[in-house]
C-alpha cells in the first residue's frame, strides 16, 4: 500500500498568500525530501531534512522528530513562480528508495 | 539546480522496439537511482547503483528493462522491447550517497505507439 500521504491533492493561492502542504507517513521514516515539478517535468529539490526544520527564502519545511510520520511545506507570500507540482518523498531505511506522495498541485493567480 | 543530465528528451517507439535513455550523473555523485512516472504523478522506483553496482531493483526491471552505470560512461536505461504501459516520464536522479539528498534530471518522456 501508499506509505506516503500528501495533501491537499491541489490547492489555489493568490499571490501573497501563505499555505502550508502535508506529507503522512503509514511508518517511521528516516529521511524526507521535498521537491517542485514544473510544467516540463523537471523535479527540482527544494529539501532533505533527516529531522527538525528548514528554511529557504519563503519556504520553510519541518520533519516530526519524534514519531517520524510527518512532515509540511509552508509556503509563505506566495508568487507566480512558486506555481508547480509538489512531492514529498521519504525513505525509511538506510540505502533504501524513496516513497514518493501522489504530488500536490499548486497553482498562484494575481 | 541539477547538473544532472538526462537524454534524449524525448522518446518515440513503436511496441516492441527498443528504448534506450541516457543519465549523467552530477560530478562527484556515486550512487544513481531511475524512476518511472506516470501520467497519473505515480512515482516508480526501478533500480539504483552505487558507482557501477546494483543496489535494489525491481522485478520488471529484471526481466524486460535492463541497465548499467558503466565507469567513464553515462548510465543508460533500456526497455527492450517496448510496451504502451511504459509511456511515462523516465527520470534519473543522483545523489552524494545512499542516504542523501536526491537530485534529479529533466526526464526522458517515452511515448509507445
Known amino acids: 500500500g501508499d506509505q506516503v500521504e500528501q495533501s491537499p491533492s491541489a490547492l489555489s493561492l493568490h499571490e501573497g498568500t501563505d499555505s502550508a502542504l502535508r506529507c503522512n507517513f503509514t511508518t517511521t521514516m528516516r529521511s524526507v525530501q521535498w521537491f517542485r515539478q514544473n510544467s516540463r517535468g523537471s523535479l527540482i529539490s527544494l529539501f532533505y531534512l533527516a529531522s527538525g526544520t528548514k528554511e529557504n527564502g519563503r519556504l520553510k519545511s519541518a520533519f516530526d522528530s519524534k514519531e517520524r510520520r510527518y512532515s509540511t511545506l509552508h509556503i509563505r507570500d506566495a508568487q507566480l513562480e512558486d506555481s508547480g507540482t509538489y512531492f514529498c518523498a521519504a525513505e525509511q531505511g538506510t540505502g533504501s528508495k524513496l516513497s514518493f506522495g501522489k504530488g500536490a498541485k499548486l497553482t498562484v493567480s494575481p | 539546480n541539477s547538473k544532472v543530465i538526462q537524454t534524449p528528451r524525448y522518446l518515440v517507439k513503436g511496441q516492441g522496439q527498443k528504448a534506450k535513455m541516457r543519465c549523467i550523473p552530477e560530478k562527484g555523485h556515486p550512487v544513481v537511482f531511475w524512476y518511472q512516472q506516470n501520467k497519473n504523478n505515480e512515482f516508480k522506483f526501478l533500480i539504483n547503483?552505487?558507482?557501477?553496482?546494483?543496489?535494489?531493483q525491481i522485478d520488471m526491471t529484471e526481466k524486460r528493462f535492463s541497465a548499467e552505470c558503466p565507469s567513464n560512461s553515462p548510465c543508460s536505461l533500456e526497455i527492450q522491447s517496448s510496451e504502451a504501459g511504459d509511456s511515462a516520464l523516465y527520470l534519473c536522479?543522483?545523489?552524494?550517497?545512499?542516504?542523501?539528498?536526491?537530485?534529479f534530471g529533466h526526464g526522458t518522456k517515452l511515448s509507445v505507439l
Open positions: 536522479a543522483s545523489s552524494p550517497g545512499t542516504n542523501e539528498r536526491l537530485f
Open positions: 547503483f552505487q558507482n557501477q553496482e546494483v543496489l535494489q
